[in-house]
């Protein structure tokens, strides 16, 4: 083995190491990573005495590695939604390709349902930006994500519709469990009349619902019967997201 081949792969053992420990939801044991990073044990602490060098892991009083400052530093200095649209743009590129209607990703911030990146739809006819526009989140197939999973608290008294497809409080707390059991959500011209939405979430590594995904353009084009098909779509693609995320269901 060459002097470069060594280093190339002294780097993919330390590199395995960190994703272990950053991708776990508890402080790893220097005994599990040996088991599940396959190396012997004097390679493995080598490795880690690198990486707690250069501040990549840390060792608590149990000895047991936790992800380091650095991570702490790069969260501090940046804001994480301009990295989840970078994850999330492939799979807003495939939908808008597969659908040609308008492909939207938003997050949830202090009750509020904020549109952080859109892929506009082939069509004129339906075609809105999204971004920036402040809408009643329980008249959205994103709202009702987020409600459906609890990540925003559904707003109190008087729910106001600026269609005629109101509902009652009830219909709409049962159509958010359906939300949760089918794994999408739909607002059908609730929002706006010829509107039809289709939304899916994106979960963190935690399991937690961090984003949601999104598909709407005109009835005219996106039909009832379509939509159960949509909505697999859009799970699937939500989904890709959160792996990306570190999720694993």
Known sequence: MTATQAGSQAVDRAAALL??????????????????????????SRLL??????????????????????????????????DLVELAQPAMDRLSELTGETVNLAVPRAGELVQIAQVDSSYLLGATNWLGVSVPPHCTALGKVFYAHRVMALQKGELRWPTDRAMTRPQLERELAEVVRRGWAL????????????????HAADGSVVAAISVSGATTRITRSEVPGLGATLVEQGRTISQLLGHQP
């Open 19 to 44: 994703a272990l420990v950053v991708e776990s939801g508890d402080p790893r044991t220097f005994t599990s990573l040996v088991e599940d990073v396959g190396l012997a044990k004097s390679t493995t």
């Open 49 to 82: 005495q690198a990486l707690e060098r250069n501040r990549l892991v840390r060792r608590d009083r149990a000895g047991s590695f936790h992800p380091g400052p650095l991570f702490a530093v790069y969260a501090a200095r940046h804001d994480t939604t301009g």
């Open 187 to 202: 607002a059908w011209e609730e929002l706006e009349e010829g509107l039809a939405a289709i939304a899916a979430p994106v």
